[in-house]
């Protein structure tokens, strides 16, 4: 596709159900990234994969976040046991490996979760 | 632990005037410094990026690092009502995986 791809757009769920977010990134960017950002504030990074590799989780808040990226395309980050605090806009992104200034980063639109 | 830090404004500025937003960061490792827009409802759009000391000039756009200060600004020039957004700062956290520490944000209105 010609961007980042995600679903669902928004999710409602209630509290101790699970969720799936899925992740679709461009064609070919072997970097891709899990950001979560609550409202009104701004992204903060949960995960990195290079490849099917998850270099770096370093940001997931719980052992309840888990994500994968079996064959290095697309990802699912999953949410077990959803708590109200998960409520937040998941931003998926992805970008070709290499020096920072040579290299842009593209966000999806957003996963959008609401825990009642 | 790595911080980028941005008023919330939000900064009001006529159509016409210039907007300047600044933010600074805390981790001298950081390299490379980004400013996205998101509108509401929206994504994180990619406007400028910045690695080197001095400034940066896209169209309308001019970002200017400081690493001595460790501030990074962005100047809109000719701004318009469409400039309307919330502007993000983010800096790379100095581990080489692009992965970015991201300022909460300057909400920036434009009135005609």
């Known amino acids: 596709g010609a961007g980042v791809s995600q679903s669902p757009r928004y999710k409602v769920a209630k509290r101790g159900q699970d969720v799936a977010l899925r992740c679709d990134p461009i064609s070919g960017h072997v970097s891709l990234f899990w950001y979560q950002q609550a409202l009104g504030q701004g992204p903060e990074f949960l995960t990195y994969f290079q490849n099917e590799a998850q270099l770096d989780k370093s940001g997931l808040p719980s052992d309840r976040f888990f994500a994968e990226r079996p064959e290095g395309s697309v990802s699912t980050l999953k949410i077990q046991r959803t708590q109200q605090e998960d409520s937040a806009v998941y931003l998926c992104?992805?970008?070709?490996?290499?020096?920072?200034?040579?290299?842009?980063?593209?966000f999806g639109e957003g996963s959008w979760l609401t825990v009642v | 632990q790595k911080e980028v830090e941005q008023n919330s404004g939000p900064l009001s500025v006529p159509e016409g005037a210039i907007a300047s937003l600044n933010c600074t960061y805390s981790d001298r490792g950081s390299q490379s410094f980004f400013w996205y827009r998101q509108y509401s409802g929206k994504s994180p759009e990619l406007i400028m990026f910045?690695?080197?000391?001095g400034d940066k000039e896209d169209g309308r756009f001019t970002a200017q690092l400081n690493k001595a200060s460790q501030y990074v600004s962005l100047l809109i020039r000719d701004s318009q009502p469409s400039d309307s957004a919330t502007y993000l700062c983010?800096?790379?956290?100095?581990?080489?995986?692009?992965?970015?520490?991201f300022g909460t944000g300057t909400r920036l209105l434009v009135s005609p």
């Open positions: 983010a800096a790379d956290d100095g581990t080489g995986f692009q992965k970015l520490v």
């Open positions: 910045i690695y080197s000391n």
């Open positions: 992104a992805s970008s070709l490996p290499g020096t920072m200034s040579g290299n842009t980063i593209y």
